[in-house]
């Protein structure tokens, strides 16, 4: 199936450092959302974004729906141990299919 | 709150066999999705249930069905298990199958060997 291109793939950070990544696609999505998924669970949702240019946090984090609606981009402030994790996008489109992105894994070196 | 339960959590099969998983929503929600991860091929959509009718239908043989019943809790089957068939097996719920958000399960790692 279709899968969004997601950015970088993998990160290793000292704690305290900002975090940064994206998420693109060559199609349009009706809304975006990040995951976190720990090892052995489900993803656990983070983020959701409903309108081209939205700007939403939840905590420390930070996530943006793009203007042209084919990409969103997750920002994670002072990052701490238990941010460690895979993060997920995904993309909705009419007819409610979900598309999610290759995941970006991430490190936090204390 | 609960939130999404699937059962067993952990299962191991061999070639040829078939599985049976299942999923119970949260209380209240109509929609139950369920998809495939692996390391290689990431998270890909199996189907969607709502009101007990396939909504959608992800890109799987015919090997993959699966059903949902009148409480909304849903089961996916396996038959003719595949070594490439080993994976987490997801199932998300949301309140309708226009709802947009989606809650995820803890899965269930299925081994076959």
């Known amino acids: 199936g279709q899968q969004l291109n997601q950015s970088p793939q993998s990160m290793f950070i000292q704690e305290g450092e900002d975090v940064s990544m994206n998420c693109t696609s060559s199609?349009?999505?009706?809304?975006w959302l990040w995951y976190k998924q720990d090892p052995g669970e489900g993803p656990v949702l983070l983020i959701a974004l409903y309108k081209a240019g939205e700007l939403t946090s939840n905590g420390r984090l930070t996530a943006q729906f793009g203007i042209t609606r084919k990409d969103s981009f997750l920002n994670i402030s002072a990052s701490i141990p238990s941010d460690v994790g895979i993060y997920f996008c995904a993309g909705l489109k009419t007819g409610n299919q979900f598309y999610f992105g290759t995941g970006t894994s991430l490190t936090v070196i204390p | 709150k609960a939130g999404v339960t699937q059962t067993p959590r952990y299962l191991i099969k061999t070639r040829g066999q078939q599985v049976t998983l299942s999923c119970s929503p949260i209380?209240?929600?109509?929609?139950v999705s369920w998809y495939q991860q692996t390391p290689g091929q990431g998270l890909q959509f199996l189907f969607e249930?709502?009101?007990?009718?396939?909504?959608n239908k992800g890109n799987f043989p015919g090997r993959f069905s699966g059903r949902q019943f009148s409480n909304s809790r849903s089961e996916m089957n396996v038959s003719t298990l595949e070594l490439g068939d080993s994976a987490l097996y997801l199932c998300?719920?949301?309140?309708?199958?226009?709802?947009?958000?989606?809650?995820f399960g803890p899965g269930t790692r299925l081994t076959v060997l």
């Open positions: 249930y709502f009101s007990e009718t396939q909504r």
């Open positions: 199609s349009i999505f009706n809304t």
């Open positions: 209380s209240g929600h109509r929609s």
């Open positions: 998300a719920s949301s309140i309708s199958e226009s709802t947009d958000t989606q809650y």
